[in-house]
């Protein structure tokens, strides 16, 4: 567990020498946010309406940006390989890489999102259920880019093909998650989509971090 | 027959493009495939060929 | 029953197998195709509501199924593959992926020229066109991957485990979708509506899927072949082949 907690702590403080590539993801889920409705038109009753999947979709691609970074530094450096070949169950390791990942790009994007969504005149209860979506979604995507992540290490283009591979694993978690604000918009009740969120987190958290590892000893044994 | 004529069978009553346009890119892409896998399967006898004369050291003007 | 999985799980065996078997496969594709075509358009009838029109389920319900066999197909290879550590398993689910995602594109453009005339609109975001689309997106992310990554065996293990974790989010995209279809409902229409489908209609697109289906295999095995031959043509069985040394006329190694 001590290096789990390790593994975290060290992605951290890695990450915070390189504000910068955090700071950019947070940063194009903002300006992503705000280009939609210049292209859309300033009506708010429209902007309301289109709210919730442009926030999804944007904290998705935001999220997207900072998934090629990693497993590429300890790749490149060997300690991915140290990894692989010390007593700890790599898959735990990975899980820890993981949670450090969402901390930096996903949980941003989570405390972001309702200033965001103040933008698009959605509700105080709506703004809620983005956020708690967020909350439970976020952490999917960062499972699920992991294992796309794995698969593409070292991999000539692979930050474009990484995007063209899990984008398609994550149109469930953005149905519900936007599905979830829709709902609660129209005044049914988002509790059946956030159930569902976080059922789909719990089975990422168990699965991902082992398929990932799995695909990380392929790419390494290569 | 349910067709009167060879101009009612083309035209299938008044949807001959929708028809057609589904069969006939299906059909043409299926040719499109087979001519592909069979042009795969020349360049890879033709590139193991040429490996293994050059591993025997044959000169480069083996094919006639 | 296992020695004739290990003899053939040898490419040798497995090339001169496959070298057997697709003309025979492909045969007997065209002789159902034939039929298929004969029977859809030559006599089944007229359908009440949909006129002539009707007549694009004879190949577009065929490649659709075939879309979603295909990626089980890959899925099974897939699984072989990686637990077995066998080198063909992962050669013949690289070799189906082409006729998948050709079949997918397929269905998503005869279900385009069925849905115009029909209802109007060349798309229609219902539940089974739009998995179908992420469907056509799994298979290219495949194709890519398998590309990208130069060294073979890594490329088929990582395209493994990608056809696998696609195959088990299928149903979970697909429920999902579906979910999302029925909530928004509006002007959304279901391709299966209409007329309940006469006997002979049925059985004409039930010969054109296996006739789609055998096509299917007899690619994939002709496909397989030339991966082989790449693969293993460093082995002495790949230069005595009658195919290799015919490649050298006049001069003899």
């Known amino acids: 567990m001590s290096a789990f907690w390790a593994v975290v702590q060290r992605d951290l403080v890695l990450a915070m020498r390189r504000k910068t590539e955090v700071i950019t993801a947070v940063f194009f889920f903002v ?10 038109g300033p009506e708010i009753n429209t902007l309301r309406l289109v709210a919730p999947g442009i926030l999804w979709v944007g904290a998705l691609l935001a999220s997207m940006l900072s998934l090629g970074r990693l497993f590429a530094a300890d790749f490149a450096d060997g300690t991915l390989e140290q990894m692989a070949l010390s007593p700890n169950s790599l898959s735990v390791l990975v899980a820890a890489k993981i949670l450090a990942h969402w901390l930096l790009s996903g949980l941003p994007l989570v405390l972001l999102a309702p200033v965001l969504g103040l933008q698009f005149d959605l509700t105080e209860e709506a703004l809620w259920t983005l956020t708690i979506g967020l909350l439970l979604g976020t952490p999917i995507l960062s499972l699920i880019g992991a294992v796309g992540a794995a698969l593409t290490l070292g991999v000539r283009g692979g930050d474009v093909l990484l995007s063209l591979l899990i984008l398609p694993l994550y149109v469930p978690a953005l149905i519900f998650g936007a599905g979830a604000v829709q709902a609660q918009m ?11 969120l976080a059922a789909m987190a719990l089975v990422a958290a168990v699965f991902s971090p082992w398929v990932s590892a799995a695909s990380l000893r392929i790419a390494l044994e290569s | 027959m349910i067709w009167n004529s060879a101009a009612d069978f083309w035209a299938m009553g008044g949807y001959g493009f929708y028809v057609w346009g589904s069969f006939g890119v299906t059909a043409l892409l299926m040719a499109l495939e087979v001519g592909w896998v069979r042009q795969q399967r020349q360049r890879a006898l033709a590139q193991v ?6 591993e025997h050291g044959l000169s480069k003007d083996w094919q006639s | ?16 197998l496959a070298g057997r078997l697709w003309p025979w496969v492909a045969a007997l594709a065209s002789a159902l195709a034939v039929w298929g075509l004969w029977l859809g358009f030559f006599v089944a009838p007229t359908d009440f509501q949909q006129g002539q ?14 879309s979603m066999i295909i990626y ?9 593959g990686l637990t077995f550590n066998t080198r063909l398993s992962g050669m013949m689910c690289r070799a189906l992926a082409p006729t998948g995602a050709i079949c997918a594109f397929l269905s998503l453009w005869t279900g385009a020229l069925w849905g115009k005339p029909m209802w109007g609109t060349w798309w229609v975001w219902d539940a089974r066109l739009t998995s179908e689309l992420i469907l056509f997106f799994l298979y290219l992310g495949y194709i890519a991957l398998t590309n990208a990554i130069d060294d073979t065996r890594r490329a088929d293990k990582a395209g493994g485990i990608l056809a696998l974790v696609g195959a088990l989010n299928v149903p979970v995209i697909y429920f999902s979708v579906k979910w ?11 391709l299966t509506q209409g007329s309940k489908m006469a006997e002979i209609m049925l059985q004409a697109m039930l010969i054109m899927a296996i006739a789609f289906w055998l096509y299917a295999i007899a690619i994939a095995l002709y496909r397989v072949r030339s991966m082989i031959l790449m693969r293993e043509r460093h082995a002495q069985w790949v230069a005595d082949l009658p195919e290799i040394k015919a490649q050298f006329k006049g001069a003899l190694p």
Do not use: C, D
């Open chain 1, 186 to 196: 129209s005044g049914l009740g988002a509790a059946a989509h956030l159930s569902i």
């Open chain 3, 53 to 66: 029109g009707y007549r694009i389920i004879f190949v577009h319900v065929p490649v659709s199924w075939m």
């Open chain 3, 72 to 80: 089980l197909a890959m899925a099974f290879w897939a699984f072989l």
């Open chain 1, 31 to 40: 300006v992503v946010a705000a280009l939609f409705p210049l292209g859309i």
């Open chain 3, 180 to 190: 999302w279809n029925t909530l928004h409902q509006g002007a959304s229409v279901s």
């Open chain 3, 1 to 16: 029953m296992n020695k004739i999985f290990f003899h053939y799980a040898a490419p040798q065996n497995f090339y001169a």
């Open chain 2, 49 to 54: 060929a040429a490996e293994s004369a050059s």
